[in-house]
């Protein structure tokens, strides 16, 4: 009974961190409740049942994460939880699949600042076509898939700091070889360095 009390009372503190972290990452209008279910008996990790429950739109009614959520919103609400539980977490890799779709301007810049303040306690893994998000990276990761007549070869390539600034140039417009592209690119990086640094 204690450790329920604790429970539902730290949950009441959780669901505004939460909320205020997703209001950052673009889900300004998110409902977030942690819900609670006492259950029959005991089970080894004690008398609740609890399940994170979310809406994303209005006019919506929160429903089981596992049941709403979209690839990128799941990514978004994990980087919200795992940026409040940074220290206490005990996993140490967290992968993010194109965490940043869907989404521009300020908010990307928000998850590379998160993604960024993380990866100092975790190994990120991030998966992105968004520029942004790539600058931020330590060690960038090309996958570009091979194909012939006959058959299909995924490549996978870790990028020096020349094919690097082309890669995110490319994602920038699509063309590396553009000036304006590889100055995009040159800021990003210098941005993404400048913020590594002060977070550090």
Do not use: C, W, Y
């Not at 998110?30 to 080894?44: N, W």
């Amino acid at each position: 009974n204690e450790l329920s009390k604790s429970r539902r009372k730290i949950g009441a503190s959780l669901e505004s961190s939460i909320l205020l972290e997703l209001k950052d990452l673009g889900m300004e209008r998110a409902r977030f409740i942690i819900q609670f279910e006492t259950i029959d008996g005991f089970s080894p990790s004690g008398i609740d049942r609890i399940e994170f429950m979310i809406s994303t739109n209005p006019g919506i009614d929160p429903m089981p994460i596992s049941k709403i959520a979209s690839g990128g919103e799941l990514s978004r609400i994990m980087l919200a939880v795992k940026t409040i539980f940074a220290r206490q977490d005990r996993v140490q890799t967290v992968v993010f699949d194109e965490i940043d779709a869907g989404m521009s301007g300020k908010t990307l810049n928000s998850i590379r600042e998160k993604l960024a303040r993380l990866a100092r306690s975790h190994q990120i893994l991030s998966i992105t076509h968004n520029p942004i998000i790539a600058s931020v990276a330590d060690n960038h990761v090309e996958i570009s898939k091979l194909q012939t007549e006959d058959e299909t070869t995924i490549q996978v390539s870790v990028l020096d700091k020349a094919k690097r600034l082309d890669s995110i140039a490319q994602m920038a417009s699509g063309d590396p070889n553009q000036k304006e592209s590889m100055n995009f690119a040159r800021s990003l990086l210098a941005q993404a360095d400048i913020l590594k640094a002060q977070i550090k």
